[in-house]
């Protein structure tokens, strides 16, 4: 059974530095592995997805990296600002599946 | 296009009353889901359907039923609410790819309160 995890579950950060959120699964046969955000009170908002054939996808500041064979994925974001400050999940299609499964998601505080 | 839409936005409702959640989406999209949030557990999902008249379950479809009569709707009924379902509800479509689902949007949610 797949399970996603995702560490740490929350961060603050001072505005501008660059970070790194992890993700990792247990089962390597996935099609694709998603990475979105949730602001409070909000619907999930789609940011990369990553096609197992990818190692990686580039949005503005957003990276997000994958290594299907140990995985695991990180999303990285640079200079952060105040305005980053939400619940990022990621979540993960294995094959055959038609769904995805979702990690808990890392709450993000970037503060001014 | 209005993406994904889910009426109503807020309901409270009485342990063992009925209501139909009602998603909609203006994508054409095969893939529609249905999620609750809560706290802790992250985001589960109750049921899915692959294509216009068709359903399948997911991690937690008991006390939920749901119907896919239109391509761009997917309905979620509760029989007879309980405290338990007390949660956030979120809808979802999706397309396919050669490669696996798309991306997948959500609309905004629906927060329901069983007293």
């Known amino acids: 059974k797949q399970e996603v995890t995702q560490i740490p579950a929350a961060l603050s950060v001072p505005e501008g530095e660059n970070l790194v959120l992890n993700c990792s699964f247990t089962d390597s046969a996935i099609y694709n592995l998603q990475w979105f955000r949730q602001d409070p009170g909000k619907g999930l908002t789609s940011l990369l997805l990553i096609q197992s054939s990818q190692r990686e996808q580039t949005s503005g500041r957003l990276n997000a990296s994958l290594d299907k064979s140990s995985g695991r994925s990180t999303l990285y974001i640079a200079a952060s600002q105040p305005g980053d400050s939400a619940t990022y999940l990621c979540a993960v299609e294995s094959y055959n599946t038609d769904k995805l499964i979702f990690g808990t998601g890392t709450r993000l505080q970037v503060f001014p | 296009n209005a993406g994904v839409t889910q009426t109503p936005k807020f309901r409270v409702l009485k342990t063992g009353q009925s209501m139909t959640l009602l998603c909609a989406q203006d994508?054409?999209?095969?893939?529609m889901y249905w999620y609750r949030q809560d706290p802790g557990m992250g985001l589960r999902l109750i049921h899915y359907s692959v294509g216009e008249g068709t359903t399948a379950k997911g991690e937690v479809p008991d006390g939920y039923n749901v119907s896919r009569l239109k391509k761009q709707n997917f309905l979620l009924g509760l029989e007879s609410a309980a405290p338990s379902q007390t949660s956030v509800y979120f809808c979802?479509?999706?397309?396919?790819?050669?490669?696996?689902?798309?991306?997948?949007?959500f609309g905004p949610g629906t927060r329901l309160t069983v007293l």
């Open positions: 979802a479509s999706s397309y396919s790819t050669r490669e696996g689902l798309g991306e997948q949007f």
């Open positions: 994508m054409n999209h095969e893939y």
